[in-house]
């Protein structure tokens, strides 16, 4: 019985640990989500293709092409954070971890098309 | 059944969206019930029930929401151009700017998240504040009797904005003006807006809002309409024709309207608002003695555009109009009633092989009818007849050389029924002959040295003036001694 209850509570742990892990994991993609809804589908679309009427006329990038998506990183987050072109600096607003998010969330955006 | 079902669905998703408070859920169940009961006795309510309900759905759904200001420059951290082709002339971005209701921003905010018992809270941390300093010179062909011609004035106006970002969905374009004719300030073009664009409908983009302004097409996001239409600029002391449709600007800041609208797909545009007489300035209460124009219940104002984007080309084409019954010089009795239907078209084309200019090409035809009863029975008659109906056609062509200059032809036409009390004679701004017939083109070339400083020349010619084209206000004056050239110096920061 002794020995019963430690190890039951380490299981209790994992799996709390376990149940916690994808739930923050699927907040943070949550977070980045509304981050891009609210900064970046007014010009490169809800896909990120750049597709909608702003993003036409600016010649937005496609945020999930092979020319956005096999830069660094850190590139990325300099052209949001600094701006770049006609992309406004988003370094103001927006933290350096929402930031982080953000290109995380531009990484999995192929996958979603 | 299927309807029961159908509305306890929706009243489900309406309640987990936090959409209604507790007590307007509480009556909306027992409405539900009431619903479902009449709904299992009598098929034939479905007919009605289904309207009501998915106009409830749009009002719930519907929470309470340019001239070119710089303090949407410094909110956005966007150049005047990503906006404006050249002020005020928008841009697809700053169309979807406006649509979304003035509150895009890349600058730094006082934010506080919602959590708990908590509200949010969004604060621009630069006040949305901008002015625009016009100063111009005015000559006609023949001056206006008794006057000196050449008329130079600083300022001609001087506008104060509030324009940006009140809070994550409520924006602001709100005007004062000082006009140097009046020598005093005065309220403006205003429209403020909560915009949404977070939703979809039928797996589409979906945007909707919700407009208070004081001006009928204010709220509009192309540049064929009349209150950002060519010419954009104007002489306050050169003479204009007298005949103008009602929603040309004949309520300009003397109405207040609330509104609503919607954007599906970035294709379909729908919106309406109805309007009241505010005469601000005036008496309050409205006694209505001091106007011609006293809207009698609400004037409905709708629009529908449809537009589509490519990478080089925007096109718009859409209709728009209004309807209002009137008291001139009072808020009881018999009433005019106007109604306005109008078209319109704007396209534009940016050029490639030029270095990314801009032709843009805008139009709008405007009939309106009318049935003036009271104006016909005022103790002095006003009108001479009871049914009118008047044309106006407006056309332009203009190519921005890329941000820096643009040059503008534009034609305009007049026409309707005469009517020797409704257009009367008058030295220089009457008619001899009843007749509302003006047309005539305005060409334009303005320069922008840089994207907040505006250097333009106007000239506009008339080839009919108020129904002729010579002594066509019985004192000798032709149509082409209005002919004028208009200069113009606007400052804005």
């Not at chain 2, 303090?71 to 005020?88: E, V």
């Not at chain 2, 809002?209 to 192309?222: C, I, K, Q, R, Y």
Request: charged content about 15%.
């Amino acid at each position: 019985m002794r020995r019963f209850i430690p190890g039951a509570a380490v299981m209790a742990a994992a799996i709390c640990l376990a149940a916690l892990a994808p739930s923050s994991a699927a907040a943070a993609e949550n977070d980045a989500a509304k981050t891009y809804a609210k900064n970046c589908v007014l010009c490169h679309a809800v896909d990120g293709s750049g597709s909608s009427p702003s993003g036409k006329a600016l010649k937005a990038k496609d945020l999930a092409s092979s020319e956005v998506q096999k830069k660094p990183d850190e590139d990325l987050i300099e052209v949001v954070t600094k701006g770049k072109g006609k992309m406004p600096a988003f370094g103001k607003k927006i933290s350096p971890e929402e930031i982080k998010g953000l290109v995380a969330y531009i990484r999995a955006l192929p996958n979603k098309k | 059944m299927r309807l029961c079902s159908g509305i306890i669905e929706l009243s489900g998703v309406l309640g987990k969206r936090g959409i209604q408070t507790d007590v307007a859920g509480r009556r909306g169940n027992r409405m539900q019930d009431e619903i479902c009961r009449y709904a299992r006795s009598a098929k034939s309510l479905i007919k009605l029930v289904i309207p009501v309900m998915l106009s409830v759905c749009l009002l719930v759904a519907f929470k309470p929401e340019a001239r070119a200001v710089p303090s949407y420059s410094r909110q956005t951290g966007l150049p005047c151009a990503t906006c404006h082709f050249a002020p005020p002339e928008l841009t697809p971005f700053g169309r979807k700017f406006k649509l979304d209701g003035y509150v895009f921003t890349t600058k730094a905010q006082v934010t506080d998240d919602k959590k708990d018992h908590n509200s949010a809270l969004r604060l621009l941390e630069v006040f949305p504040l901008s002015v625009v300093f016009d100063t111009s010179y005015t000559a006609t062909k023949s001056p206006q009797p008794g006057t000196q011609n050449g008329n130079f004035q600083l300022p001609q106006d001087v506008s104060l904005f509030l324009a940006g970002a009140w809070g994550s969905h409520v924006g602001s374009f709100a005007q004062v003006t000082y006009t140097g004719v009046t020598n005093h300030f005065s309220w403006d073009n205003t429209d403020v807006r909560y915009g949404n664009s977070e939703r979809k409908l039928w797996g589409k983009p979906f945007t909707y809002g919700v407009t208070f302004n004081n001006n009928p097409t204010v709220e509009d996001l192309w540049n064929s309409t009349p209150a950002w239409g060519f010419p954009f600029t104007a002489s306050n002391v050169s003479p204009t024709p007298m005949a103008k449709a009602l929603i040309n600007g004949a309520l300009g800041q003397d109405v207040a309207g609330l509104g609503g609208y919607t954007m599906w797909n970035e294709h379909l545009y729908v919106g309406g608002t109805v309007y009241r007489s505010q005469h601000i300035g005036g008496a309050q209460p409205n006694p209505g003695t001091g106007s011609g124009l006293n809207i009698r219940g609400f004037a409905p104002y709708w629009r529908v555009a449809w537009q589509t984007t490519t990478k080089n080309n925007s096109l718009e084409v859409g209709t728009y109009g209004i309807h209002a019954k009137t008291s001139p010089f009072a808020v009881t009795g018999p009433t005019d009633s106007r109604t306005d239907w109008a078209l319109d078209f704007q396209y534009d084309r940016t050029i490639p092989q030029f270095k990314n200019d801009v032709l843009s090409f805008r139009g709008t035809y405007i009939r309106e009818n009318s049935t003036l009863n009271a104006t016909f029975g005022l103790p002095t008659p006003a009108a001479s007849q009871l049914r009118h109906h008047l044309n106006t056609a407006q056309a332009n062509a203009e190519y921005h050389f890329g941000t820096k200059f643009s040059g503008t032809v534009g034609l305009f036409s007049v026409t309707g029924t005469p009517d020797i009390l409704l257009y009367a004679a008058n030295p220089v701004t009457g008619s001899a002959n009843g007749d509302p017939r003006s047309n005539g083109y305005i060409l334009n070339f303005s320069w922008w040295p840089e994207q907040n400083i505006d250097l333009a020349v106007q000239y506009t010619g008339y080839w009919r003036f108020n129904g002729a084209q010579t002594n066509y206000d019985g004192a000798g004056r032709n149509a082409s001694s209005n002919n004028a050239v208009f200069l113009l110096g606007r400052f804005v920061f």
